[in-house]
């Protein structure tokens, strides 16, 4: 019996194929990109549940909308000269 025939014949009689060991190396790269997938996705729902945060941190800080309308008016400054009577500026809104 030649050796070709009898290395098929134990992989017939063992259930192997000629492309197990290709198999097997695209099984490992397939399963490398399914974890480096697998590390992105966590990173990235990771910084967005950062991002929510800070931003509830951030908005919690502002006053409320009507709080807003509400303002009072911006009042002038006078500046005045070292007499205390005679106006040199007067600063106005700076809107």
Known sequence: MSLAVARTRRRLVH????SGARRSG?????MGLVG???IAATLVVAAAIWAIVWFGQF???LPPPDQLTAQT???TTPVLASDGTTRLY????PR
């Open 15 to 18: 259930g192997r194929s000629g």
């Open 36 to 38: 480096i997938f697998a």
């Open 90 to 93: 007067e600063l106005t809104d």
């Open 59 to 61: 908005a919690g800080a």
């Open 73 to 75: 008016l911006f009042q």
């Open 26 to 30: 695209v099984w490992l790269w397939a």
